[in-house]
T-cell receptor, first 115, second 114 residues
Framework: GAGVSQSPSNKVTEKGKDVELRCDPISGHTALYWYRQSLGQGLEFLIYFQGNSAPDKSGLPSDRFSAERTGGSVSTLTIQRTQQEDSAVYLC?????????????FGQGTRLTVV | AQSVTQLDSQVPVFEEAPVELRCNYSSSVSVYLFWYVQYPNQGLQLLLKYLSGSTLVKGINGFEAEFNKSQTSFHLRKPSVHISDTAEYFCAVTIDTGGFKTIFGAGTRLFVKA
């Protein structure tokens, strides 16, 4: 596609429910990132994919968070048993991922509200 | 461990005044450096980048940044700001550790006052 697409754009869920957030990166981009942006907290790194593998999962806040990427393209971030502190904007970015081609292109984000 | 530090969380400045947003990084390997901007209610977009060559790089909207390897800094500057420059600015570092990982700073909110 022309840009990084994230869905849904907004999600309101009840505490304790599971949610899935989707990211469609730019076609041909091998690297994919998930970040979380909370009010006043800046960008928090969650996980990084190179192809389908995740060499760095160090940013996932707890074992309730998981992510996968299939076919070197679409990625899904899953949050199980959501808590109110999970409320944030979840941003996905992709890049060509090698050498000097590491500029990240961001999606518009998914705003998650846990009530 | 690699990290990016933006020294100011908020920078208020009057219109037409100069501004500098500071960024320091720590890394023992070669890096690529970026500044991104996020305007209110919009996504992040690239402002400028340093890959190699001249240490002074120019970006969009009159911004520039200088890479200082000895001080491990990449400060962003603009000689005269406009109200429309009000936004959140993020410094980022991409590190080659066998794969490429991009680390962002916490952001600096620039608030331009009339």
């Amino acid at each position: 596609g022309a840009g990084v697409s994230q869905s849904p754009s907004n999600k309101v869920t009840e505490k304790g429910k599971d949610v899935e957030l989707r990211c469609d990166p730019i076609s041909g981009h091998t690297a994919l990132y998930w970040y979380r942006q909370s009010l006043g907290q800046g960008l928090e790194f969650l996980i990084y994919f190179q192809g389908n593998s995740a060499p760095d999962k160090s940013g996932l806040p707890s074992d309730r968070f998981s992510a996968e990427r299939t076919g070197g393209s679409v990625s899904t971030l899953t949050i199980q048993r959501t808590q109110q502190e999970d409320s944030a904007v979840y941003l996905c970015a992709s890049s060509l991922g090698a050498g000097e081609n590491t500029e990240a292109f961001f999606g518009q984000g998914t705003r998650l509200t846990v009530v | 461990a690699q990290s990016v530090t933006q020294l100011d969380s908020q920078v208020p400045v009057f219109e037409e005044a100069p501004v500098e947003l500071r960024c320091n990084y720590s890394s023992s390997v070669s890096v690529y450096l970026f500044w991104y901007v996020q305007y209110p209610n919009q996504g992040l977009q690239l402002l400028l980048k340093y890959l190699s060559g001249s240490t002074l790089v120019k970006g969009i909207n009159g911004f520039e940044a200088e890479f200082n390897k000895s001080q491990t800094s990449f400060h962003l500057r603009k000689p005269s700001v406009h109200i429309s420059d009000t936004a959140e600015y993020f410094c980022a570092v991409t590190i080659d550790t066998g794969g490429f990982k991009t680390i962002f700073g916490a952001g600096t909110r620039l608030f331009v006052k009339a």
